[in-house]
């Protein structure tokens, strides 16, 4: 490959040489003084160009000067975590729970036929509309509440109780919420960073917000689901489905911090959603050096 490179550049660049036009050129005097004092000054013209140019920082579109960024605008680095050395216990819980229970129960879920596991998690989906519905209409977003509505109407029936998903085939793609979202869309602080049992990361206001979910679910009670005495079993084969649907393994991300990492990860993928909830009118930006979350 490398000579039939060769074999074809060398007559392309013969063939270059040859159409280059022979020219004599006279050398300029030398005169070093005289060049070092243009060199210099041209340096000094470059350098107040381009002073001139940091002072007057110019938009995308070169419209006008855009705000100067600082350090305070970066996001901090630090998140609030009061509780950590608990957060940590419950972590480091929920690894081994994962690892002698949940996970190889969701691997045998796995091998399941497919219909069978699709089944399941469009049927769980469906439930959770009304969840969705409700809480949409709480946040005022009567456009998703409404979406969420005929999701649930047209699974439910064409797709016989929910087990397909005729809805997203009709282009009404699933868009899931919950009261946590609510408290945010109210302006409720996320507060500190909480590892749930079982459950994983969450904030203080996300906990209490599946709190909220779970009530509603057990309110509403469609077909009598969350209020008979097999209640439980719902729970858990909703649990393995979730579980069965997440790639996250613990302690297998090859990081020895990986505690830190969730954490941040978390806390600033809920923060990015509150911003997206109050675009008109963001929330109070944190002093500098104040962890993210406080």
Request: net charge neutral; glycine share 10%; proline share 8%.
């Amino acid at each position: 490959m490398k000579r039939l490179f060769v074999a074809l550049a060398f007559p392309l660049l013969l063939g270059a040489c040859a159409t280059q036009r022979l020219q004599t050129h006279a050398l300029p005097p030398e005169t070093p003084a005289a060049e070092n004092a243009a060199a210099a000054a041209r340096a000094s013209e470059l350098a107040e160009i381009e002073a001139a140019a940091k002072s007057q920082p110019k938009s995308d579109d070169g419209d006008g000067p855009v705000p100067t960024v600082t350090p305070a605008d970066a996001p901090p680095m630090r998140t609030y975590d009061p509780w950590e050395r608990l957060n940590r216990f419950t972590y480091r819980f929920n690894a081994r729970f994962d690892d002698a229970v949940f996970l190889p129960v969701a691997n045998g879920y796995r091998r399941l036929p497919s219909p069978v596991r699709t089944g399941v998690h469009n049927f769980f989906g469906n439930l959770a509309e009304v969840d969705s519905m409700i809480n949409f209409a709480l946040q005022g977003r009567l456009g998703f509440g409404a979406r969420s509505l005929g999701r649930f109407v047209i699974n439910t029936t064409i797709g016989i109780g929910g087990l397909f998903d005729v809805a997203s085939n009709l282009h009404l793609a699933p868009a899931a919420t919950g009261f946590g979202t609510t408290l945010a869309k109210w302006g409720v602080h996320p507060g500190p960073y909480l590892v749930l049992p079982f459950l994983g990361p969450s904030t203080l206001r996300d906990g209490f917000g599946l709190l909220g979910d779970f009530g509603t679910e057990y309110a509403v009670d469609l077909g009598g689901l969350y209020q008979s005495d097999n209640a439980w079993m719902l729970g858990v084969a909703n649990a393995i489905d979730q579980r069965a649907h997440v790639s996250f393994r613990y302690y297998q991300t090859g990081s020895p911090f990986e505690y830190e990492n969730v954490r941040f990860l978390y806390v600033r993928k809920r923060l990015l959603e509150d911003e997206g909830l109050h675009r008109h009118e963001l929330p109070e930006k944190p002093a500098p050096g104040e962890p993210a979350g406080k």
